[in-house]
């Protein structure tokens, strides 16, 4: 590889941030409040798809895995997501059932992370957001056996058009697909500063109420 062709230096690679400061007095009273006021402005502020989110978890052998999911709502209680229950993210929480979310809103330089345990939607609230979706992506919850080895792509498209044949117009909602939220112990909410002398503060569930503790960046 010649000097013209190699990639630049990581070392490099900097940018300043030189956000708003985040101070305690400027939080809403719990994280759920707060990660309004910041996810409104992260649409306000055109980011593609704002909602999409890095989901960690990990096996009961503590092997770990990362992947982006799309959040599909939050309130008091959770965020919440819908995936394939037989998918390794799927697996990973039904054996442990603790997960970490990451918004990484880097252009207006914040981050909101999320830990805490897993539920499973009732079923009844995971149908109700299966017949909302768009046709072709419920018969893709049919034909997508995730995370599963499929020998080629006109496997995986002969498998959807079989399955839309069967359902031309209502696909059932699959018994295997549904909502998980993730109920929070502890919510981040982390902004840019210069000099990487960022602003990290975090809310943690202390019995029924929350602390707000600055972390050192």
């Known amino acids: 590889m010649d ?57 009961a052998g503590g092997r770990p895995t990362a992947r982006t999911v799309l959040l599909k709502g939050y309130d008091e209680n959770g965020f919440v997501f819908y995936t ?70 006109d496997e995986l498209d002969a498998r959807y058009e079989e399955l839309a044949e069967r359902w031309p117009e209502d696909p059932p909602v699959p018994d295997f697909w549904g909502g998980l939220r993730v109920v929070p112990s502890e919510v981040e909410f982390w902004q840019g500063r210069t000099d990487r002398m960022h602003d990290r503060l975090r809310y943690r569930r202390s019995g029924a109420t929350w602390v707000v503790e600055r972390l050192a960046p």
């Not at 009844?124 to 909302?132: G, K, L, P, T």
């Open 84 to 153: 394939n229950y037989e998918s390794r993210k799927g697996r990973d929480m039904a054996e442990n059932p603790r997960a970490a979310l990451l918004f990484p809103w880097h252009s207006i330089r914040r981050q909101v992370r999320v830990e805490g345990s897993v539920v499973r939607l009732p079923r009844e609230e995971s149908a109700i957001y299966f017949r909302s979706r768009p046709y072709g992506s419920r018969i893709g919850a049919w034909a997508s056996r995730q995370s599963a080895v499929v020998h080629s792509r």
């Open 3 to 59: 000097a013209t062709s190699r990639p630049p230096s990581m070392a490099g690679l900097r940018r300043t941030y030189q956000g708003l400061p985040l101070s305690e007095a400027d939080l809403a009273p719990d994280p759920f409040s707060q990660f309004a006021l910041w996810f409104g402005d992260a649409v306000d502020a055109g980011l593609p798809e704002p909602n999409a989110t890095v989901l960690a978890t990990a096996s």
